[in-house]
DNA sequence: ACTTGACCTGGAGTCAGCTCCAAGTTGTAT
DNA sequence: ATACAACTTGGAGCTGACTCCAGGTCAAGT
C-alpha cells in the first residue's frame, strides 16, 4: 500500500500526541480510521493533512465542534457544492480579521509604552482612550 | 466620593460579566474589592481599567494566571523597576506577533482558496507545501 | 410590616479539551 | 517459551474558565 502511517508516526508528522488523535475520533473530529488486521489504526497521507487542517483551524480559535463541517467534506470536494460551508469559513473569516485587529492593537500598545514610538493604543476599548501605567517607561 | 462602581455598573462598563468579577476576585486575579458598609463591593475607575487589561490580555490567549504578575503592579507603577515583567511582556509580545502570522498564512490560506488571488498559503506548517483540496472552487 | 431588588458568601456544576490509566492483544526479538 | 514494545478499548480524572445555585443581608418603597 501506498504510505501507511502508524498513530505513532502520524503524531510525529503532525504534532498531534497519540492520545489526543484518538480523542479526535472518538469525538468524531476525525473519522473512524482504517485498521490492519491486529485492530491497529492505519493511517494515509489525506489522513494527516486532515490532521494538520485541524491544527491549522486550532490556531485561529476555531472550537473543534465547529471544525467537524469543513473536516466531513472529503479531500477534493468542490467547496462551491456546500454554500453552507462557504458562508461558515466567510464568518470564520470574518472572526480571523478581527483577532487580528485585537492582537495589533495590543502590539501597537505594548510598543508605545516600551519604545514610546507607536501609536496611541486604547487595547481596542470603546470610550476615552485609557493607558495602563504600570507599563510606562 | 470620586467614580464609585458597584459590580453591576462595573459590569456594563467592561464587559465582563458580574459573576465572572466576583470569580476574579475569588482567584486572586484581582485584588479585594473595597466594601461599603453594606459590604457590596465598589469599584475605581482604575479598577476598571484593571478589568479592561484582563479583558485585553485575554484577547492575546493570555492565561489568568500569567496575567496575574502584571495586575498586581498598581496603577502608575514604573515597569522599568521590574525586569522580570519587562521580560515577561517582551516574551507575550513574541507569541503574539507568532499568533498574528499564522493568522495572516491562514487568510492567505482561505483567501487563496475562495477567490484566488492571495500568495500560497500552507497553513504554517513545515515541509512541502499542502493543500486542503476541499477548499478548492 | 412586608416585599422587592441588588448584593453577599461558599460551594457545586458545567464545558472544552485533553491526559492518564488498567486491562487486554498482537508481533517481534531473544 | 517468554519477554517486550506497540498498539487496542473504555472509562476516569484533570485544568481552565466560567456559571449557577441556595441561603442570607440590607436598604428602599408601598
Redesign the interface.
Known sequence: MTDAYTIKEAAEHTGIPEETIRYYERIGLLPRAERKQNRHRVYRPKDL??M??V???K??GMPLEEMKP?LK????????EHPEL?DL??EH?AK??E??D???Q??D???S??IGTAPEAE???AGQP?R??????
Open positions: 493533512e486532515t494538520r487542517l491544527t491549522c483551524l490556531k485561529t469543513f467534506l472529503s479531500v477534493g470536494d468542490d467547496i462551491s462557504h469559513i466567510v473569516r480571523i480579521r483577532q487580528m485585537s492582537l495589533q495590543i502590539l500598545f505594548i510598543d509604552q516600551m487595547c481596542g476599548l485609557k495602563f501605567g504600570f507599563l510606562n517607561l
